[in-house]
């Protein structure tokens, strides 16, 4: 991880140590629906029921341990979970001072991962792109599975041209800038994005190829979000969430994007299954379990 997006998620975390807890564990919130969806699930006792027969299972990039704390929960209580995280693992054990059989340990996706032994479902999602190497990542975490375990990663998906271009634009321009004023960016960023939200318009647009943009009616603020700009906005979550949602996709310099068709071959690379496949708008998300499994 470089310098820059290693600062990014230090100061991200340290400023907000339980930011996205209440609604990542919100049955039935936007945030908990969304992880539930892109994994497979249609419930949160569907989720719990795959995960009933793990012993161990890791969260692999838990920043504060908002979604260790959902994987808690759905786990058999006896389980150990683990989250590893390069700069907020202490935040996250914090957080979870005196939770039964749940652990957090200082690692690095890139480096030797040896001594946390072997699970039996691993989740990693939204890190991988964060990474020098997310690949080499990705191939470091399979060799922790244990002989049935099941890993589950989310990566961002590229997206259309004109998205991509102005993320890239708008990256350049703020991944230099200490915390409070990459902050102010993102905050005028999220005020465009909740402007649109709030205007209520729907539009009925015709495909545009060269755009990347699908045939559809959309919400004007998900036209605009979807294909020229992410300017996210969610009235469930608070001003300060919302506005660390854009800065944790513009502040950190590595922020890699990816095709389905280059996370099937990281599947394939390490023999792994895959049981599992979603690609929506933002990004990819692919299970698969080793080969005994």
């Known amino acids: 991880m470089s310098g820059n997006t290693l600062r990014s998620f230090q100061d991200k975390w340290e400023k907000n ?15 908990q629906r969304w992880i539930l969806k892109r994994n497979g699930f249609d419930s949160f006792l569907n989720f719990a029921s795959h995960l009933a027969k793990s012993k161990r299972i890791l969260d692999a990039g838990c920043g504060n341990g908002r979604v260790t704390a959902l994987l808690r929960t759905m786990a058999p209580a006896q389980a150990e979970v683990v989250g590893i995280d390069l700069v907020a693992a202490d935040i ?9 059989h749940t652990y957090f340990e200082t ?10 032994g072997l699970f039996d479902f691993i989740y990693c ?19 922790l599975l244990s002989p049935t375990g099941e890993i589950a990663i989310y990566v961002y998906k590229l997206k ?43 539009v009925r647009v015709p495909s545009v190829e060269l755009l990347g943009i699908e045939e559809g009616e959309y919400d004007l603020q998900r036209l605009i979000y979807h294909f020229f700009a992410k ?29 389905l068709g280059e996370i099937e071959g990281w599947f394939q690379s390490v023999g792994l299954q895959i049981t599992h496949r979603h690609v929506d708008f933002y990004g990819i998300t692919v299970r698969g379990k080793n080969s005994g499994g």
């Open 160 to 202: 259309a041209p004109a998205r991509e271009y102005v993320d890239d634009f708008i990256r350049a321009k703020i991944a230099s800038l200490e915390y409070d004023e990459a902050m102010k960016h993102c905050t005028q960023i999220m005020e465009f994005g909740r402007s649109l939200s709030e205007s209520g318009l729907r």
């Open 231 to 259: 300017c996210y906005w969610n009235p469930d979550l608070s001003h300060e969430e919302n506005v660390l949602v854009n800065y944790d996709w513009y502040h950190p310099q590595i922020a890699t994007r990816h095709t």
């Open 92 to 100: 996250a054990k914090k957080n979870f001072k005196n939770v039964p």
């Open 17 to 31: 140590s339980k930011a996205f807890y209440a609604e990542t564990l919100r049955e039935g919130s936007d945030t």
């Open 125 to 143: 999602q939204e890190v991988l792109h964060h990474t020098s190497d997310p690949a080499r990542a990705f191939g470091n975490l399979c060799r």
């Open 107 to 116: 690692r690095d996706l890139l480096g030797d991962l040896s001594g946390l």
